[in-house]
Each structure stands twice: as structure tokens, then as C-alpha cells.
């Protein structure tokens, strides 16, 4: 009897190492699968934060990181986020920083359009503003000439009036024909 208790008490103690290893197992594949989810989902967030190509380019080497320090537990993860997979999720990663990506090419290359549009408002404002100078000289030159051609309007009429009083009453001019 006494070898019996003995053989229980072991056989209890062998099955209570066994079930507090499969439940530390357990708990230490819930806590994989938890952070490389939590990864993910910090990665995504960084993803959508990303203003710069830099940035972008500090993403791309944490997905590349992720990847590899979860690679040994590619089964695990695989049974877990079913029927996603390890893979799909790196892929889905990729494919929305390429996106990301994407965008800022936009981004920049409008940047760049808007910049060269800006450069061109500065060069035809300078030439509209030396279009202006050059309105000014001439309406300058205009009302000089308009001056000009006042006087000289005046003095013609002055003219007609003094010849008109020089010449005699009575006269009037003769035109003389070839005979």
C-alpha cells in the first residue's frame, strides 16, 4: 500500500509538472501571437504616420525586423491567426507602405509642380510690374506730346488768325495759269 501511495504521489507530481509545463506553453504562445499582433498594428499605425521618405524607409526595416524575430514561430502564428496567416500579415504590412509610399511620390511631385508654378507667379509678376513702369514712361510721353501737340496747335491757330489780319480786306489771290 505504502508503494502505491508512493507510485500516486509520483504519478501526481509528473502530471501536475506536465500540466503546469503545457500551461506555461500556453501561455507563452498566447503571448507570441499577442505581440506580434500588437507589432503589426504599431507598425500599421506608423504606416499611416509616415510623412517622409525616411520615414517610410524606418518603417520598411521594422517590417523586415518583425518578419524576422517572429520567423521561428511562423506554425504557431499560422494555426493562431487563422485563416490569415503569418505571411499574409507581412504582405498586408508591405502592401500598405507601398501605398503609403505611393502617396508621398504624389505628394512630393506636386510639391515640386506647386514650387515650379510659384517660380513662375514671381517671374510674370516682375514682368508685370515692369509692364507697368514701361505703361507709366509711355503715358508720361503721351501727356508730354499731348502738351506738345497743344501748343503746337495753338501756335498754328495764333498763325492763321496773324496772317488772316495781314492780309488786305479786298484781296484775294490770283492764281496764275500757264497761258
Known amino acids: 500500500m505504502r508503494y502505491l501511495a508512493s507510485a500516486l504521489s509520483v504519478i501526481c507530481g509528473v502530471t501536475f509538472a506536465f500540466v503546469s509545463m503545457g500551461t506555461a506553453q500556453v501561455k507563452l504562445d498566447y503571448s ?6 500588437s507589432k503589426c498594428n504599431d507598425i500599421s499605425e506608423s504606416i499611416k504616420k509616415a510623412a517622409t521618405v525616411q520615414e517610410c524607409g524606418a518603417v520598411s526595416a521594422d517590417i523586415d525586423r518583425l518578419e524576422k524575430d517572429f520567423a521561428p514561430d511562423t506554425v504557431l502564428l499560422n494555426d493562431a491567426l487563422y485563416p490569415d496567416k503569418y505571411d499574409k500579415w507581412i504582405s498586408e504590412l508591405r502592401f500598405e507602405l507601398h501605398l503609403s509610399q505611393d502617396k508621398m511620390g504624389i505628394i512630393e511631385t506636386q510639391g515640386s509642380h506647386i514650387g515650379d508654378l510659384a517660380e513662375q507667379v514671381r517671374i510674370l509678376s516682375g514682368r508685370v510690374d515692369s509692364i507697368a513702369i514701361d505703361d507709366k514712361r509711355l503715358m508720361s510721353s503721351i501727356n508730354v506730346m499731348s502738351a506738345a501737340l497743344a501748343k503746337v496747335t495753338s501756335t498754328l491757330d495764333s498763325l492763321t488768325n496773324t496772317v ?16
Open 32 to 37: 507570441i501571437v499577442e505581440s506580434f499582433e
Open 164 to 179: 488772316g489780319r495781314l492780309q488786305p480786306k479786298g484781296s484775294t489771290r490770283q492764281s496764275r495759269k500757264p497761258k
